[in-house]
């Protein structure tokens, strides 16, 4: 496929250029074109950014022009090919990554791999078909069921396995060098707000949202070397969503129209231009609002809160065992 990006549409405000300038950033599931992942590379690289890893694992074809497109504009950029799922290659491209950095890790990484299932009746019998006898349903009910649970399960390794193992192996090389690193994690407003057809999406897309606060726990005294927060994106016109955009009865329960690549982008640059304080350990959702000719794009921190609630009948007869004497009874 061409390089089909406007690259015009990625160079946003000096007041923004804080987000990537003089950083090396590496964006996972940056190749496709027309993706999340692309927008973000033009973004940064376009933005000042000292330079991009531009990483993928089937589509090479786009990461590369992706890749020729950056360095025609002036830009150092490399290209990343990895399975995020398969962690005996995810760790055979550090070594490779270090090298295209001239000996250092990356300052910023954004875990942005991701699928999503072509849509199914989740937890529902499939319709039944006239004239259809019951051995050929129950086979068609059990090659439908293996098929989606494999989808699904695509879908949940390329997200929570991916940004685990990115987040294992790069923390780990910021704490081993005393080097800053900061790691932004794209999730999906339906992580929050589910929608119909895709269960492995919005499951895959809820699971990364408490890594920023798993991480600073388990990195203990040295949780000040690295920040992390989650982004929550609304629907973005890319490959997997490019069916709908006709489609209003899809996305507008969450916004009035899709929004463009270059859009989103700029929308994550100006949030990542804001100090770091102000970012780490939190979750933030992208809001559209307005209309689908004057979009109104706003960003709001979304907090992830337990409520206890103590049930009466069980502190009114709570169960109570006593430990055993010395005599064993």
């Known amino acids: ?5 406007p690259i015009e549409h990625f160079r946003f405000s000096e007041s923004y250029r804080s987000a990537f300038a003089g950083k090396r950033v590496l964006i996972t599931g940056s190749g496709r074109d027309g993706g ?3 927008a973000l590379a033009l973004a940064a690289a376009l933005n000042g950014a000292a330079a991009v890893g531009v990483h993928f694992h089937r589509s090479y074809r786009d990461g590369f022009d992706l890749v020729d497109k950056l360095r025609e504009q002036g830009v150092r950029a490399f290209a990343l090919q990895a399975d995020v799922t398969n962690m005996q290659d995810l760790w ?4 490779y990554v270090v090298d295209q950095l001239e000996g250092g890790g990356p300052d910023l990484i954004i875990c942005n791999s991701g699928l999503s299932e072509e849509g199914y009746r989740f937890g529902r019998a499939l319709p039944e078909r006239e004239g259809e006898s019951r051995a050929e349903r129950r086979a068609r009910v059990r090659q439908s069921f293996i098929d989606r649970l494999e989808e699904s399960r695509m879908v949940l390794d390329t997200k929570i396995d ?3 193992a990115m987040t294992h192996l790069w923390a780990g090389e910021a704490v081993y060098h005393n080097r800053p690193l900061t790691l932004i994690y ?3 407003r339906q992580a929050i707000d589910p929608g119909v057809g895709v269960p492995g999406y919005v499951i895959a897309n809820w699971a990364v949202l408490p890594l920023p606060l798993v991480l600073q726990a388990n990195l203990g005294r040295s949780a000040h070397l690295v920040d992390a927060c989650c982004l929550m994106l609304p629907f973005v016109r890319t490959g997997m969503t490019e069916r709908y955009a006709g489609e209003p009865r899809v996305f507008e329960r969450w916004q009035p129209r899709m929004l463009e690549p270059c859009e989103a982008a700029h929308a994550v640059t100006r949030l990542l231009a804001r100090p770091s304080a102000e970012l780490d350990l939190e979750s933030f959702e992208l809001l559209v609002e307005g209309t689908a000719t004057a979009a109104r794009l706003t960003w709001s921190r979304i907090s992830l809160e337990v409520n206890d609630e103590m049930l009466d009948w069980s502190v009114a007869a709570p169960l109570v065992y006593r430990a055993p004497t010395a005599a064993g009874t």
Do not use: E, Y
């Open 1 to 5: 496929m061409a390089f089909t990006a």
């Open 36 to 38: 999340i992942g692309q």
């Open 92 to 95: 055979a491209s550090r070594g």
């Open 162 to 164: 991916g940004f685990v």
């Open 186 to 188: 794209v999730s999906s």
